[in-house]
T-cell receptor
Framework: AQRVTQPEKLLSVFKGAPVELKCNYSYSGSPELFWYVQYSRQRLQLLLRHISRESIKGFTADLNKGETSFHLKKPFAQEEDSAMYYCALSGHAGGTSYGKLTFGQGTILTVHP | ETGVTQSPTHLIKTRGQQVTLRCSSQSGHNTVSWYQQALGQGPQFIFQYYREEENGRGNFPPRFSGLQFPNYSSELNVNALELDDSALYLC???????????????FGPGTRLTVL
C-alpha cells in the first residue's frame, strides 16, 4: 500500500529563516515523489519532483530511501512562499508511469514579515 | 493553450440524489484523473481514464463512476449521494507517459459539492 505522511499541519517561520517541510512515505516498489503547492485562490500545481533533482523557487528536496523521506527545504523563506504544500507519491504499474498520486494531508506554511 | 476546466464551480445536492461533474482536459492531454478532497485532507485518487477506458481506480465504491469522451473530456458521476461525499472534486489531465518518463498532471480548479 502507498502512504504519505506529513506530520505538521501548520508551520510558521519568519522571512529569511530556513524552512523544512517534512514528508515520509511508505511504498514497496520504486516510487516517484513530488511536492505540489497551492497558493491562495489558485489551483494545485507541481513544485518539484525528485527525478529532476532541480531547485524551484529556491526549494529543494532530496529522496532518502533509507529513511523513506522526501523533505522540502529552503534556506531563506520569503513571504510569497506562504501556501499549502502537499507531498505526493506515484507508484509504477508495469513499465509505464501510473497516474495515481497519493497525497499527504498537507502542511500550511506561513512566512511572517 | 487552455488549462483544465471544471464545471460547475459549486453545487448543492441532497442525500440520495445523483450528480454529474464535468472536466475538460488541457489541450494535447489524453489522460484524466479524478480526486476527492475532503476538508482538511489531501486529495484522494478516485480513478483514471485513458483512451475512454478506466485504467486505474482508488478505494471508492462502484457508485462513483466516470466517462471519458473522444475529445478527452470527462465526467464523474456519483449515485446515491451520502453526506460524506461533500468535498472538493479535482480533475487532472496529462499526456500518457512514455515508458520510463513522467508527464506532469495539471489540475483544474475543482467543483465544490455539498450534500445536505
Amino acid at each position: 500500500a502507498q502512504r504519505v505522511t506529513q506530520p505538521e499541519k501548520l508551520l510558521s517561520v519568519f522571512k529569511g529563516a530556513p524552512v523544512e517541510l517534512k514528508c515520509n512515505y511508505s511504498y514497496s516498489g520504486s516510487p516517484e515523489l513530488f511536492w505540489y503547492v497551492q497558493y491562495s485562490r489558485q489551483r494545485l500545481q507541481l513544485l518539484l519532483r525528485h527525478i529532476s533533482r532541480e531547485s524551484i523557487k529556491g526549494f529543494t528536496a532530496d529522496l532518502n530511501k533509507g529513511e523513506t523521506s522526501f523533505h522540502l527545504k529552503k534556506p531563506f523563506a520569503q513571504e510569497e512562499d506562504s501556501a499549502m504544500y502537499y507531498c505526493a507519491l506515484s507508484g509504477h504499474a508495469g513499465g509505464t508511469s501510473y497516474g495515481k498520486l497519493t497525497f499527504g494531508q498537507g502542511t500550511i506554511l506561513t512566512v511572517h514579515p | 493553450e487552455t488549462g483544465v476546466t471544471q464545471s460547475p464551480t459549486h453545487l448543492i445536492k441532497t442525500r440520495g440524489q445523483q450528480v454529474t461533474l464535468r472536466c475538460s482536459s488541457q489541450s494535447g492531454h489524453n489522460t484524466v484523473s479524478w480526486y476527492q478532497q475532503a476538508l482538511g485532507q489531501g486529495p484522494q485518487f478516485i480513478f483514471q481514464y485513458y483512451r475512454e477506458e478506466e485504467n486505474g481506480r482508488g478505494n471508492f465504491p462502484p457508485r462513483f463512476s466516470g466517462l471519458q469522451f473522444p475529445n478527452y473530456s470527462s465526467e464523474l458521476n456519483v449515485n446515491a449521494l451520502e453526506l460524506d461525499d461533500s468535498a472538493l472534486y479535482l480533475c487532472a489531465s496529462r499526456s500518457e507517459a512514455r515508458l520510463g518518463s513522467y508527464n506532469e498532471q495539471f489540475f483544474g480548479p475543482g467543483t465544490r459539492l455539498t450534500v445536505l
